[in-house]
C-alpha cells in the first residue's frame, strides 16, 4: 500500500480497503507494541471484525444509541453566527450527546465489545475528562468496573469531570510521570492492559493507537458525519465546508467520514496553537510535526532532532497530545484535509462569541474548530459550512473563571465585541 500513489491511497480508504491486514492506513498506522500484548491485539482484531458486522451486535448498540446516548444528536443553523461572519453556518451538537460529548459514541460501543469479549474489568485513559466520563458511564451501563488514568495536571483542571467519574461508579487513578497530562495517561493505561491482557479490556478514547483502534473508533464515531450529511441534505445541501477540532482526532475522523466522498465538500481540521510556534508551545502534531512511532501506531508526531517526544501546550486539555491518528495522517498526505490551527485567544473568543451570540457554551476543544471556521469565512463570503461542536463547555468553567480574572477587560472587551 505504501508504493501507491495518492490518489490509489484516497480511493483505496474510499472503497473500505484501509486499513489493510496490517493496520496500515497507507504509510502510517500499523502495531508497534510488545509480543507480549500480541495475543490480546489480535484477540481484540479478530472481535472487532466480528462484532461490527453482527447484526445482533449492531442492533443493541442502535438501542444504545438512540435510547440511551440520544441520537440522532441536532444539527442546528446558527443565525446569529451566520450574519456576524456573512455564512450559513450549521453546528452539528454532539455536545447534546448524553454525558455531554461525543466520546459517548465510542465508550458505549466498546463497552458493548468489552461484554461480548469476556473482559471483567476496563481501564481507561482520560485528558480533559470527557472520555473519562463516558468510560465510566458506559461501564455502569453494561455492568463492568473501569478505573480511568488521568494526568495529575488535567486532574487540576478538569476537577468538574474528576467529580462525575467517581460518581459514576468509577476509579480516578492519578498520573504522576512524565508530562501528567494525556500522553503520560495512555502510558499508564498500557501498563495496566499489558499486565493483564486476558481479563482486561483497554477502552481507547481518541482514533490513536496500535490497530485495531484507530479503525474501531472511527466506526464507532462516523454515526456523526452520516447523521450530518443526511441532515444536511434535509435541510439545505452539502456544505462548501467543514470544520472540526483535532487532538487524537476521534471527533474529527466521525464527522469527515460522511463527506469524504463528497470531494466538493472542503474538510478543515483544526488543531491547537497554543500560544505559538516554538515546540513546546503548542499541539499543532500536522501542522508541525514528522513521522515517527507513539503508543503503537506510526503517524505524525512531535519531537525534537534528538526524537524526544516533546510536551505540549494548549488551553484546551482534549487536545493535549504529541500525536494523531494516522487516519488523519493519511488524510492530509493525500491532500483530502487540510489541517489548520487555532491559537489560545483565538479559541477563547471563538468560545465568548459562540457563547453570546447562539446561548451556546462549547467546550473549549470545540471552540477551536469554531476559531478556524471564523478565519475560513472571511475569506469564503455567501458560502454555508459545517462545525463539528465535540462536547460542552461547562467541564471548563475552572480554566475560563482563570482566564476572566487574568483578563482586566474581559467584560468591556472579548464579552462585548462579541454581542
Aim: aromatic share 6%.
Amino acid at each position: 500500500m505504501t508504493t501507491m500513489n495518492h490518489e490509489a491511497l484516497f480511493q483505496a480508504l474510499l472503497d473500505g480497503k484501509l486499513p489493510d491486514a496490517e493496520g496500515r492506513f497507507g504509510p502510517f498506522g500499523g502495531r508497534y507494541v510488545p509480543e507480549t500484548l500480541m495475543p490480546a491485539i489480535n484477540r481484540l482484531t479478530e472481535g472487532v471484525y466480528r462484532h461490527l458486522a453482527d447484526d445482533k451486535f449492531q442492533r443493541r448498540l442502535h438501542e444504545e444509541l438512540t435510547g440511551w446516548v440520544g441520537r440522532p444528536t441536532a444539527l442546528a443553523k446558527a443565525p446569529r453566527l451566520s450574519k456576524r461572519w456573512g455564512v450559513e453556518v450549521w453546528l452539528k451538537r454532539e455536545d447534546l450527546a448524553h454525558t455531554g460529548a461525543h466520546k459517548i459514541n465510542n465508550t458505549i460501543g466498546q463497552a458493548l465489545l468489552a461484554q461480548a469479549l469476556g473482559a471483567t474489568r476496563v481501564v481507561a485513559e482520560t485528558g480533559a475528562g470527557q472520555h473519562g466520563v463516558a468510560a465510566a458511564a458506559a461501564c455502569a451501563r453494561v455492568g463492568l468496573p473501569c478505573t480511568v488514568y488521568m494526568g495529575e495536571v488535567d486532574i487540576a483542571r478538569q476537577a468538574p469531570n474528576v467529580d462525575r467519574i467517581v460518581r459514576l461508579g468509577a476509579k480516578v487513578v492519578p498520573v504522576t510521570s512524565g508530562d501528567r497530562t494525556l500522553r503520560a495517561a495512555i502510558n499508564e493505561a498500557m501498563r495496566d492492559w499489558v499486565a493483564d491482557p486476558d481479563d482486561t479490556y483497554y477502552l481507547l478514547g481518541s482514533a490513536v493507537g496500535p490497530h485495531p483502534y484507530p479503525y474501531l473508533v472511527r466506526e464507532l464515531q462516523a454515526v456523526i458525519g452520516r447523521e450530518a450529511r443526511e441532515q444536511l441534505m434535509a435541510h439545505s445541501g452539502l456544505p462548501d465546508a467543514a470544520f472540526a477540532c483535532v487532538g487524537g482526532g476521534s471527533n474529527a475522523i466521525g464527522l469527515f467520514h460522511g463527506f469524504l466522498a463528497d470531494r466538493q465538500v472542503k474538510l478543515f481540521g483544526v488543531e491547537a496553537g497554543g500560544r505559538g510556534q516554538a515546540l513546546g508551545d503548542h499541539s499543532a502534531t500536522l501542522a508541525a510535526g514528522r513521522p515517527g512511532i507513539l503508543h503503537g501506531a506510526h503517524s505524525m508526531l512531535l519531537y525534537d532532532d534528538d526524537g524526544q517526544i516533546q510536551e505540549t501546550h494548549t488551553i484546551a486539555a482534549g487536545l493535549d497530545y504529541p500525536g494523531v491518528g494516522p487516519e488523519h495522517s493519511l488524510l492530509q498526505l493525500v491532500g483530502r484535509v487540510e489541517y489548520v490551527t487555532a491559537s489560545d485567544t483565538e479559541a477563547l473568543d471563538a468560545l465568548e462569541e459562540c457563547c453570546s451570540l447562539e446561548g451556546i457554551l462549547p467546550a473549549l476543544e470545540s471552540a477551536h474548530a469554531l476559531a478556524g471556521a471564523k478565519r475560513w469565512a472571511k475569506a469564503n463570503p455567501d458560502t454555508r459550512i459545517l462545525i463539528g461542536i465535540s462536547g460542552r463547555g461547562d467541564k471548563d468553567m475552572p480554566i475560563l473563571d482563570q482566564y476572566s480574572a487574568s483578563t482586566s477587560d474581559v467584560d468591556g472587551g472579548t464579552a462585548n465585541a462579541a454581542a
